[in-house]
């Protein structure tokens, strides 16, 4: 087992308390973190590492993404969610195999693991070819394949519904792979894309396996108001009154949400993925993030898919999130950088049921190094401050993932980055947008 010994370094531990220890040191014993201090621990170590009196942080948590969507970086802009999604982006996905997911996967890796990311929750289809590519670059991950069904309720059978298979093999082959690296969650895509009976094979599923659950709940006005026409629930209520919430769960996006669904998280332990940019650059409106957090609801981060975002920068889904609401509640305390920051590393680990998102002994060693000396973090007045409202993922010089470092001053150690562009170049694109359509063509 490999001991580390990491020092040099501002080490802001994300503990209750905000704790930022100057001159800290830390011990990385295999996967986990052994010990934190202010003295210089006992060796011998396999390796030191100087972190040049840079912020050392707990790695970020994505907490909902789609990543092969990297592929659709930019298309279809302009458009509504449903707009975007039937007339652009579902007619595409369908030429998808798994050769070009695991291309946009890699891809999506690699910006995700230099911009300082070192776990996800991942929503969907090919997901064993996700799976494996995750686990070869060394991040930690929630995988789940939206489980959709469009069929009348009478015909419904686990048997030949094809989303009922994907979750079973996923689970029987993926859960727990790699010393719990990869984790799987059951999942429901939306209230809108499926109906009753899949909703209480997928909770009794998770019940029976003790998995997790990962919905998209509320995300527009039109998604929320219909179910309620539907039902005379809204999507969370409805859910909840099928199982689904019987299980640690996230509920992404959560924009149209009310003070009864609020309650109803609260009390299930349900917690709400925001994702600030997507929500904006669709036109679907701003989830009341201060108010469910005064209501008992845990708040996590994620960017959700590149094509509505289009990136994968956790350091700016921090500032939005931040500045968004302090300029819709017109209060500068409303969301505050120690808050914002939670959200991105403790409340999205909670979020994900993994132990991670602090420094502390036990912890697993998913760590970042963020360089202080750029002049965009110069001077710094508040670590936090810094990090929230100045810093960018390109600011990140080194990823630990799990106690091993994937990613060190522009070098990535675990992905083939140029093997990965050609494949999405030469294959993945060719086979969406078709012969000769490369990036370069759609350039011009």
């Given at each position: 087992?490999?001991?580390?010994?990491?020092?040099?370094?501002?080490?802001?531990?994300?503990?209750?308390?905000?704790?930022?220890?100057?001159?800290?040191?830390?011990?990385?014993?295999?996967?986990?973190?052994?010990?934190?201090?202010?003295?210089?621990?006992?060796?011998?170590?396999?390796?030191?590492?100087?972190?040049?009196?840079?912020?050392?942080?707990?790695?970020?948590?994505?907490?909902?993404t789609?990543?092969?969507?990297?592929?659709?970086?930019?298309?279809?802009?302009?458009?509504?969610?449903?707009t975007?999604l039937?007339?652009?982006?579902f007619?595409?996905?369908?030429?998808?195999?798994?050769?070009a997911?695991?291309?946009?996967?890699g891809?999506?890796?690699?910006?995700?693991?230099?911009?300082g990311?070192?776990?996800?929750?991942?929503m969907?289809?090919?997901?064993?070819?996700?799976?494996?590519?995750?686990?070869?670059?060394?991040?930690?991950?929630?995988?789940?394949?939206?489980?959709?069904?469009?069929?009348?309720?009478?015909?419904?059978?686990?048997?030949?519904?094809?989303?009922?298979?994907?979750?079973?093999?996923?689970?029987?082959?993926?859960?727990?792979?790699?010393?719990?690296?990869?984790?799987?969650?059951?999942?429901?895509?939306?209230?809108?894309?499926?109906?009753?009976?899949?909703?209480?094979?997928?909770?009794?599923?998770?019940?029976?396996?003790?998995?997790?659950?990962?919905?998209?709940?509320?995300?527009?006005?039109?998604?929320?108001?219909?179910?309620?026409?539907?039902?005379?629930?809204?999507?969370?209520?409805?859910?909840?009154?099928?199982?689904?919430?019987?299980?640690?769960?996230?509920?992404?996006?959560?924009v149209?949400?009310?003070?009864?669904?609020?309650?109803?998280?609260?009390?299930?332990?349900?917690?709400?993925?925001?994702?600030?940019?997507?929500?904006?650059k669709?036109?679907?409106g701003?989830?009341?993030?201060?108010?469910?957090k005064?209501?008992?609801?845990?708040i996590?981060?994620?960017?959700?898919?590149?094509?509505?975002?289009?990136?994968?920068?956790?350091?700016?889904?921090?500032?939005?999130?931040?500045?968004?609401?302090?300029?819709?509640?017109?209060?500068?305390?409303?969301?505050?950088?120690?808050?914002?920051?939670?959200?991105?590393?403790?409340?999205?680990?909670?979020?994900?049921?993994?132990?991670?998102?602090?420094?502390?002994?036990?912890?697993?060693?998913?760590?970042?190094?963020?360089?202080?000396?750029?002049?965009?973090?110069?001077?710094?007045?508040?670590?936090?401050?810094?990090?929230?409202?100045?810093?960018r993922?390109?600011?990140?010089?080194?990823?630990?993932?799990?106690?091993?470092?994937?990613?060190?001053?522009?070098?990535?150690?675990?992905?083939?980055?140029?093997?990965?562009?050609?494949?999405?170049?030469?294959?993945?694109?060719?086979?969406?947008?078709?012969?000769?359509?490369?990036?370069?063509?759609?350039?011009?």
């Amino acid at each position: 087992m490999e001991r580390i010994l990491l020092y040099h370094c501002r080490a802001l531990l994300m503990d209750e308390a905000d704790t930022l220890l100057e001159g800290a040191y830390v011990v990385v014993e295999g996967e986990t973190i052994s010990s934190v201090g202010t003295q210089r621990p006992q060796g011998p170590f396999d390796r030191e590492i100087d972190c040049g009196n840079n912020v050392l942080m707990p790695g970020l948590v994505n907490a909902h993404t789609h990543i092969p969507m990297t592929l659709l970086r930019g298309y279809g802009g302009g458009c509504d969610l449903h707009t975007w999604l039937n007339q652009w982006i579902f007619p595409t996905e369908a030429k998808l195999d798994g050769r070009a997911v695991r291309a946009g996967t890699g891809l999506a890796l690699a910006e995700l693991i230099a911009g300082g990311v070192t776990t996800i929750a991942d929503m969907y289809m090919h997901t064993t070819d996700i799976a494996q590519t995750v686990l070869e670059a060394g991040i930690s991950a929630n995988l789940s394949c939206g489980g959709v069904y469009f069929g009348a309720p009478a015909d419904f059978s686990p048997a030949t519904c094809k989303d009922c298979d994907n979750q079973r093999r996923l689970t029987e082959e993926w859960h727990g792979a790699g010393n719990g690296q990869i984790l799987v969650d059951a999942s429901i895509h939306g209230e809108y894309t499926s109906n009753v009976p899949l909703w209480q094979w997928m909770a009794a599923y998770a019940q029976e396996k003790k998995l997790g659950m990962h919905v998209h709940v509320s995300e527009t006005q039109s998604e929320h108001e219909a179910c309620k026409e539907r039902w005379g629930k809204t999507p969370l209520q409805i859910l909840d009154r099928y199982g689904v919430w019987d299980t640690r769960a996230i509920a992404a996006h959560c924009v149209w949400t009310t003070e009864e669904d609020w309650a109803l998280m609260a009390e299930k332990g349900v917690s709400c993925i925001h994702n600030p940019v997507s929500n904006l650059k669709l036109g679907s409106g701003v989830a009341w993030i201060p108010a469910m957090k005064r209501a008992g609801v845990n708040i996590a981060l994620g960017t959700d898919g590149v094509s509505s975002n289009n990136n994968h920068d956790m350091f700016e889904e921090m500032k939005f999130a931040a500045i968004l609401h302090n300029g819709v509640t017109h209060d500068p305390l409303a969301l505050l950088p120690r808050q914002v920051l939670a959200m991105a590393t403790r409340d999205g680990a909670r979020a994900l049921g993994r132990r991670t998102g602090q420094i502390a002994p036990g912890y697993t060693a998913d760590l970042i190094l963020v360089d202080f000396d750029r002049p965009s973090l110069t001077p710094c007045h508040s670590v936090e401050d810094n990090l929230v409202y100045s810093a960018r993922g390109s600011d990140v010089v080194m990823n630990m993932a799990r106690g091993k470092i994937i990613y060190k001053d522009g070098t990535f150690f675990t992905l083939d980055l140029e093997r990965i562009k050609a494949e999405v170049e030469t294959y993945a694109l060719p086979l969406l947008f078709g012969d000769g359509a490369s990036l370069a063509d759609r350039r011009n």
